[in-house]
């Protein structure tokens, strides 16, 4: 038996085929080309889906259904996306207009619960009763597992962990509040931080300054990291205050769920002991439960982008 999962990104459509012991056999993707209508998005989702299972060597009579992960607000009963600010979608009837282009039944659920979901089958969080799954990308995605089963809330829009507010009327926030998260623990968090330190006048003799030539639109989420590597106080500075936001909210999220597990995930995950070992001296002093003989671990991910793809296939 074959599954067929679709990981829905702002940036591309990655639809991949999956086998019985949770392994992607093949993957096609191609750009999501934002903005755009949602009927062309859905035709590239079908014409990937379509060259992901000629790839395998299989047809859509050898799966039984399609399985979506999709940014935003999404009610996985309806396969309705019924807010997606990424692609300024509202009430998006996504399974529906998949399903006739595909003539397949399709099940669509958030894409950081679809990722929590891939985990739990199969990676950081497998064989845990109870897990939470953080994304570190442009956002900060959330996805929570209770008793093996996704957690998204009365209305589908539960788990948005990157808008619990840390800092009081702080960082502006794309949803509108301040303060958010995700606003200071994103990649986008912070590539905004480092920026702001290379444009201070006191930091240009940093190897931070250097490492980009004072050219702010060459940072990334791991610019920060490279010169901490380089034993740059600059760069350990942005880095140190960026692990204390990240500790921060990673705290909030314990001392409410107490998951048995607990994985980040996101290109900053890929910085390793760089990041957990700092990040876990704040939690183990500030959780709520650090005198508690059980505690939560906290671990990166290990399915990476394929977490989204395997979780969908098998939702």
Partial sequence: MYYLGIDLGGTNIVAGVVDEDYKIVVKESCKTNLPRPTDEICDDMAAVTLKALEKAGITLDDISFVGIGAPGAVNSQTGVIEFSPNFDAHNWEIAKMMEERLNKKVKVENDANAAAFGEYLAGAAKNAKNAVAITLGTGVGGGIIID?????????????????????????????????????????????????????????????????????SKV???TAFDAKRHDCPVGKAVVDTYISYLACGIVNVINIFQPDVLCIGGGISNQGDYLIEPLMKIVEEERFTKHNAKQTKVCTALLGNDAGIIGAARL
């Fill in 148 to 216: 093996g089963k996704i957690y998204s809330g009365s209305n589908f829009a539960g788990a948005e962990l990157g808008h619990i507010v840390i800092e009081h009327n702080g960082r502006q926030c794309g949803c509108g509040r301040k303060g958010c998260w995700e606003a200071y623990a994103s990649a986008t968090g912070l590539i905004n931080m480092t920026k702001e330190a290379i444009e201070n006048p006191e930091n240009k003799d940093s190897y931070l300054y250097k490492s980009v030539d004072g050219d702010v």
């Fill in 220 to 222: 990334s989420g791991i």
